[in-house]
């Protein structure tokens, strides 16, 4: 019995031994680990002022600050943008993931509260004849209608923007030009962001397992062309342009116009500015 | 200090160690470069292709039809937004025709509750009868122009400047071959527009380019007002060509402007009753070729072959203008 325990006791102290010896050794590579940091510290402070203009080399993100209008009185509501967007980003052929979409604003006289239907409604994907055609129906034709008017929405890529805010792994960010970009292979899919968001931007996409939303074609803008909604919508109704351009259209708009932004009481500062809306719209 | 803390304290220094080295290690280069992100994911999405090409690029082998679409009121609606994204084309084949227009323009023209006033809207229902917006409109330049402008001018005067014309018009307008036009009767307004475009130059013609230069305008209305005011006569023609029953079919597409038997309901176009065959065809062929330029005829006639050209002018040309003469005469 007292030779099983000096046995136990012996098995114990040699163990312990081992970790000593773990530990002294882990030590000398935290040392080392310490220099290694520098180093790449070093480095990476080295590569970002040899690259010289970022992110590409004929575009610096630093010179831009994009923003993006909305003349809501201009909107025919044709969702030629939907469907550009839809091409152009990749988006899911439904009627259910939107990076951006357009609603319809109907007040019938005699009734305070507007009507609001966008394309993903039922009644207009049958007046579209498949979920992948996008087309308003003329439901309203006959009614006696007060006011109307279309809505087109969109990321508003905001200045504090709260999806990047939740983001657990650095998957979204908002880059130096004012858009919040995803970086999907860093997305793990939590949808953390697609609840933080009060405007319903962001979606989730079940075949890659990411976020998606709209990030104003940053692959377009970055070449020097236009998101392809702008490019696509045949009354102006959107414009886009350089903020630090005095006499870019999106400056234009906002000097000349009195706009606003959706839902200014969350703080978070949208950079999509609107005419021509009323308090129902969100 | 006791031994046993101390071990406490290496081992708790080492796990932190550990996970800093895993961090580092499993951290990518270019985190933390601009804030908490993957700096090398911006140049990633910049880098992706567009799909949307815009009409410049387009406009390197469609010049033409980029120059009319342009020039015209629907310049706001790009190309791709009715043929579609550009990418793979045309290396991997052409973009599609859309075949259902009516299905197309209405998306933006049909009248709705919420679109501008500004914007131009139909009533689907009432508007062609069901027929393709492309009949009458070209997409690449709608707006149909030759609105009907009012012709006045002096009879008297027209005659005798008309005596020269009458060795190829017929002394009474009605032409004495088979290739000449016949003017009798025809609408004033289309006539001042033809000859004004034979003046100016957009219209050539061997014979007509010379004769017309010198004219005045005074000299058009007078001839236009002449000739509309002449009572015109359906000649049966000398030579026979096309089926008349197969054109009458064709003519449907043609009846929106030059009216169902060729009696055309706007006076900017003109009437095709009774007309001669011969120049009948000579003229849609100039169309279909490009020598006479009208995109609304242009567009029209590009998928006519020539039988269809010839069954066209067979049907036209045995209609009676006689009915509606009577009410063309005022001026």
Redesign the interface.
Known sequence: MKREAIASLLARRTF?RK??R???C??A??AA?AL??TK?VAA?SE??SSRGS???KD?D?TKHRWGFGVDA????????CVE?CK??NNVPADAHHFNTWVE???YLEGEAKARIDSQADPQNIAASGSETEY??D?R??D?K?EK???VPKLCNQCEHPPCVQVCPT????K??DGVV?I?S??CIGCQYCVQACPYGARYFNVRTGTTQKC?W????I??G?QP?CV??C???ARIFGDRNDPQSPISLFIRNNRVQVLRPETGNAPNVFYVGIDKEVL | MPKHIV?LI??L??SG??A??AK?FFTV???????????N????????????K?ARYCQSCHSERHAQWSASNHK???C??CH??AQGHPEKGKLPIPADTVKLCT??H???????GT?PQIQVAQHSGGQQCKVCHNPHAPKIAAAAVKVTGDVAAGRQRAAACASCHGAEGISPNDTWPNLAGQSAAYLARILAAYKSGDQKDVVMTPLAQPLSDGDIRNLAAYYASLSCRTVPSTTRIGNAATGRALAKNCASCHGDTGIASNPAWPHLAGQKAGYLVNVLKAFRGGLRKDPMMAAVVRGLSDADIDNLAAYYAEQSCQPVTESRKTP
């Open positions: 312990l970790i000593g773990a530990a002294t882990a030590g590579i935290v680990g290694g940091v790449k990476k590569s970002s970022f992110p590409t575009y993100w009185t201009k909107c025919i509501g044709c969702l030629r550009a091409r152009e319809r604003y109907v087309r308003f003329n309203y034709q009614a209608v109307a008017f279309f650095g998957a979204t960010y880059a130096k970009l970086d292979k860093y990030y074609c940053y692959h377009r970055t070449k062309l392809a490019e696509a045949p009354v102006g | 071990r290496i081992l220094v080492a160690a550990i800093l080295i580092w280069e270019s985190f933390y470069e601009y804030g908490h992100y993957r700096a994911s911006v140049p990633e999405i910049a880098a992706q292709e567009a799909v949307y815009t706001s609606v790009t791709e937004t579609g994204a998306l933006c049909e009248a709705m509750p919420g679109r501008p914007q």
